[in-house]
């Protein structure tokens, strides 16, 4: 998977959370908010490992930057990853109540 692919997907999720904040009110548009902010650090972390790899290999970059901003997406990407398997989880735990 390319990091551009992980981006797109990250955005579509941060897409989604504007959705909420249009639509509901109070506690909603602050997790709505928090999502989109948890989101928005997740795309910055995976371009500057994106950009630090690109760097190293034109020679301009050191191998401890690199790691270190891989490192941090990698960790990123496990916190987002996480996050919509929450949300995932909660909604079918809704959708499977009776009313």
Not at 32 to 58: F, K, R
Not at 67 to 83: F, H, K, P
Request: charged content about 15%; aromatic content about 2%; overall charge negative.
């Amino acid at each position: 998977m390319t990091v551009s692919a992980i981006t797109s997907a990250i955005q579509s999720i941060a897409e989604q959370g504007k959705v909420s904040v249009q639509s509901s009110k109070g506690a909603a548009e602050s997790f709505s908010a928090s999502l989109q902010a948890a989101g928005a650090n997740a795309i910055g972390a995976l371009q500057n490992a994106e950009t630090q790899s690109m760097a190293a290999l034109a020679g301009q970059g050191s191998t401890r930057d690199v790691v270190d901003a891989v490192m941090s997406a990698e960790q990123s990407l496990r916190i987002a990853t996480g996050i919509r398997d929450k949300i995932v989880s909660a909604y079918l735990d809704l959708t499977r109540m009776s009313i």
